[in-house]
């Protein structure tokens, strides 16, 4: 009886009472190992819904990081190992400071495990890429507490791009290079793909992470913003129309089975 019992259970999910299950468009078996996303339309999405003006900047980050953990919840329940939240760029640090403290603050919420609204779900594993010199101290310790109280999970990596930019993740990658070339570690012919990626952020900070296979950026902005310039090479480009708060699961699996439509070829006849 109790063997029976076990067999018939629904497979156990590792962030909550159910798991949501893949939707039968799309292919488990060409699923992406890692997807990463834009979540762009957020201040649009808190102003068409007619918040008052003095509440719409919490209103829009708040809607941001509900979205994100219920985004976070289905990659992981659907199989993706590994997913980047693009969270706030390099170039972001330029807006108005009340709103730069409004996101601060939201991150700081996000990466309690003990506040409800926490993205750190169970079994995810933490991860940060980004000039995090940049943010505030506390803000620098939460960071570290999340990845290293998340260090021992097994589940998908979670990897948030705070003070991230492409173009500074690049530069500092060739400053670690040269570093190494003047101390005679390595000679100037040894630079090459392998060794560059490695010293980027992800390569880094999350070196089990491959490239993105698929880059998603919503509200109907068609651009990279500075995003992973090196990873995003041969990445798969879906551009949603919707802004990130209505970001679903349908519009999930939409771009799911839109990267499984494509052929990829990374340059090579076939
Ligand atoms: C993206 O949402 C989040 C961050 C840049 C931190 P936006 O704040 O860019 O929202 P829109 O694009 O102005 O609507
Ligand atoms: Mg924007």
């Not at 939240?85 to 108005?96: D, G, I, K, V, Y």
């Not at 060794?195 to 992470?209: I, S, Y």
């Not at 209505?246 to 494509?262: P, T, W």
């Amino acid at each position: 009886m109790a063997i029976t019992a076990s067999i018939a259970a629904p497979y156990p999910s590792r962030l909550g009472a159910t798991t949501t299950r893949l939707p039968a468009e799309v292919d488990p078996l060409r699923l992406p190992n890692h997807v990463a996303i834009i979540m762009d339309g957020n201040s649009r999405w808190a102003k068409a819904r007619g918040i008052a003006k003095e509440r719409q900047l919490r209103a829009a980050a708040e809607a941001c990081y509900s979205n994100a953990r219920e985004i976070v919840r289905l990659s992981s329940d659907w199989g993706i190992k590994a997913l980047t939240l693009f969270a706030f760029s390099t170039e972001n640090f330029l807006r108005p400071r009340e709103e730069v403290d409004q996101w601060m603050q939201q991150f700081d919420r996000v990466l309690s495990l003990d506040d409800p609204a926490t993205i750190l779900l169970d079994g995810i594993q933490f991860r940060c890429i980004g000039d995090t010199a940049r943010l505030p101290r506390p803000l620098q310790a939460k960071i570290s507490d999340a990845q290293s109280i998340t260090s021992g999970n097994t589940g998908m990596k979670l990897v948030m791009a705070i003070g991230y930019g492409g173009h500074n993740d690049l530069v500092q990658a060739c400053q670690a290079l040269a570093r190494e070339v003047e101390q005679g570690k390595m000679a100037v012919e040894e630079i090459d793909q392998i060794n560059l990626a490695k010293r980027l952020m992800l390569g880094e900070r999350c070196e089990d992470v491959g490239a993105p296979e698929l880059l998603v950026r919503t509200s109907g902005e068609q651009r990279l913003s500075n995003f992973m310039l090196w990873h995003l090479a041969y990445s798969e480009l879906v551009f949603e129309k919707k802004l990130w708060p209505d970001f679903g699961k349908e519009e999930y699996k939409n771009a799911l089975v839109e990267f499984q439509g494509r052929m990829r070829t990374f340059g090579v006849r076939h």
